[in-house]
């Protein structure tokens, strides 16, 4: 039976039960196993998962991020994988792209984005992020009603580097270096990007 | 280091009750034992997954739950609580057992003791979307706990609502606002107000930044830092994620289902783990740094349910070091000298 192999591939121990019982008889991550079959079931060749460990604890989220890795592996299936924790993309992703208020604002390898950031938010996302032995840093201000955006490029009321243009155009996402986009001024050179 | 909190084997059960009649059929054993101190000016962490009981725990110290058993003291000094120990031992239906508990021993505190104790130890909830009321312009959340506990009146009690409100970085020309009109970090930061406006010794956080972004959770914790500092404050922080506890602690408390498994300071605990528990929390952690990737260690199954904790060691059917000992004997909490201590039979080296 198809449903059960599948239930046998995210590593459910007893598919046979498992296949009779309800949703809210199922743990949060014995759920999130379920989905994932669902969303492998029609040969999938782009998985988006959105914040799927969010509401899990710290051992069910590392046994559902195995089975996330293993399957990118054995399936070849791509995946976007949502989420606001930066440690999760860290361990997962190869590549990873951050966004701010509706636009990417950088986007590289997984490796350059934690060691070689360049837009003022990414850098500043990655000083709040606690480490031990590492004083905390974080934003200045708050992130702005979405209904009221700032005009040119949306962090510059928050951006310790911003310029007049800043205030006026809204930078475009520029590649910098090879595989390496960033959207902001201060490394667009003469490209202006669009106003606003 | 004196202690200004201290718990020795408290237990709060939560009675299972079924039927027509309302049986008795169990219990769920959200804290089960739980001796603990914290020094005072510490920060104590407490880490463990959900439903272990980290809530329950937090809301038993402040007497915002009446324990089953057991002991919780404020502020009292190591003879009165020996003194305590003994009675409890010798003559625990003794008279002068009874009078020396109700007046040192916050597990017995009621009515108006109950509630001159609420402005010493306060609460942070973690959602600073609901623990704020919605009807309440924040200057009024701000003088109820002044005027519940009839400490200031009129101009005094106005300047103290100022002044918490801009030691948490806010302004007072705020304070005519309702809660809706604040960001999620503003509001987490009016709770905090709100728990420091009676000037309390000890404050518990329960999870106050999980629900905020991660440079809003840095503002708060930077805050969290500073207000510790200058106003002498001892805190109990809970809290299921790793890295926050191991940046800002000063020391690490590890529990599973109602115990407590491990303690220790930080770099301890995330070094060198000794209880197995504590290992596998450590290497479940995700890190923001691509090149530090852990090698991983996935713990198999789910936590058991705290209504029926596994006999012996409770991580004995997940614990892959578990021998027959451990499923039969319980392993006691052993101090290893300093912060440490250690609840396993067969710990890591
Ligand atoms: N008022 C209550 N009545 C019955 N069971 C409760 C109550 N409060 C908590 N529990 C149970 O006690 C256990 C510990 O809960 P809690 O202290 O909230 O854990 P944590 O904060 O670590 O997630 C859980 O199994 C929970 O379901
Ligand atoms: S006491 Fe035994 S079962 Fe419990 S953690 Fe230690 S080795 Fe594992
Ligand atoms: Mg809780």
């Not at chain 1, 199922?26 to 379920?34: A, E, H, N």
């Not at chain 1, 060749?45 to 293993?70: N, Y």
């Not at chain 2, 809290?239 to 115990?259: F, N, Q, R």
């Not at chain 2, 498994?261 to 783990?273: Q, T």
Request: proline share 7%; aromatic share 6%.
């Amino acid at each position: 039976m198809i449903a059960s192999s599948l239930l046998k591939e995210v590593e459910i121990a007893d598919p046979s039960r498992v296949l009779k019982q309800h949703p809210h008889q199922l743990s949060g991550g014995m759920k999130q196993r379920v989905v994932i079959a669902m969303a492998l079931a029609c040969c999938t060749r782009l998985l988006i998962a959105d914040e799927p460990t969010t509401s899990l604890d710290v051992t069910i989220q590392a046994q559902i991020l195995e089975l996330v890795k293993k399957l990118k592996t054995e399936i070849q299936t791509s995946i976007l994988y949502i989420t606001h924790d930066l440690a999760v993309a860290a361990e997962i992703c190869d590549r990873v792209g951050v966004m701010y208020l509706g636009s990417i604002c950088e986007l590289a390898e997984v490796a350059e984005v934690y060691q070689n950031s360049l837009h003022p938010y990414t850098k500043a996302l990655m000083a709040a992020v606690p480490k031990p032995g590492k004083e905390l840093s974080a934003i200045s201000g708050f992130v702005p009603d979405p209904l009221d955006l700032p005009s040119g490029c949306r962090f510059h009321p928050r951006c310790d580097a911003a310029k007049k243009i800043c205030q006026e155009r809204q930078p475009a996402l520029i590649e910098i270096n090879p595989n390496h986009f960033v959207a902001c001024h201060l490394y667009n050179g003469d490209k202006l990007g669009k106003s606003s | 280091m004196e202690n200004l909190v201290e718990t020795r084997d408290l237990k709060t059960l939560f009675p299972i009750l079924r039927g027509l009649f309302r049986q008795h059929v169990g219990d769920v054993r959200a804290v089960d034992g739980i001796t603990l101190s914290i020094e005072r000016r510490q920060w104590m962490g407490l880490v463990g997954e959900s439903g272990c009981g980290k809530t329950t725990l937090g809301k038993t110290i402040l007497r915002l739950l009446k324990p089953t058993s057991g002991h919780i003291y404020l502020d009292v000094n190591l003879e009165i609580k020996e003194k305590i120990d003994e009675l409890e031992k010798t003559q625990p239906n003794s008279k002068a057992y009874k009078e020396i508990r109700s007046k040192y021993d916050l597990a017995t505190f009621a009515g108006s003791k109950l509630k001159n104790l609420r402005k010493s130890m306060q609460l942070v909830y973690q959602d600073p979307f609901t623990s704020l009321d919605p009807r309440m312009k924040i200057k009024d959340t701000l003088l109820e706990p002044i005027s519940v506990h009839g400490l200031m009146k009129g101009q005094a009690a106005k300047e103290r609502v100022g002044e918490v409100m801009e030691m948490v970085g806010l302004s007072q020309k705020q304070l005519p606002r309702y809660p809706h009109q604040f960001s999620g970090g503003q509001r987490q930061r009016i709770a905090i107000a709100r728990a420091l406006v009676t000037n309390p010794q000890f404050v518990v956080f329960d999870e106050p930044t999980s629900a905020l972004d991660v440079s809003v959770q840095a503002q708060i914790l930077i805050l969290l830092d500073k207000l510790k500092q200058e106003h002498n404050l001892t805190y109990l922080y809970i809290t299921h994620d790793l890295s926050v506890a191991e940046t800002v602690c000063d020391s690490i408390a590890v529990m599973y289902l109602g115990k407590i498994v491990e303690m220790g300071n930080p770099s301890d605990i995330f070094k060198k783990p000794r209880h197995p528990y504590s290992r596998a929390l450590v290497l479940s952690t995700p890190i923001a740094d691509p090149t530090r990737k852990r090698g991983r260690h996935v713990l198999p199954g789910e936590v058991p349910s705290p209504a029926n904790p596994p006999p012996g060691c409770r991580f004995h059917p997940r614990c892959d070091r578990a021998t027959d000992e451990c499923k039969t004997d319980e392993p006691p909490l052993l101090s290893e000298g300093g912060l440490r201590s250690v609840a396993c039979f067969h710990p890591i080296e």
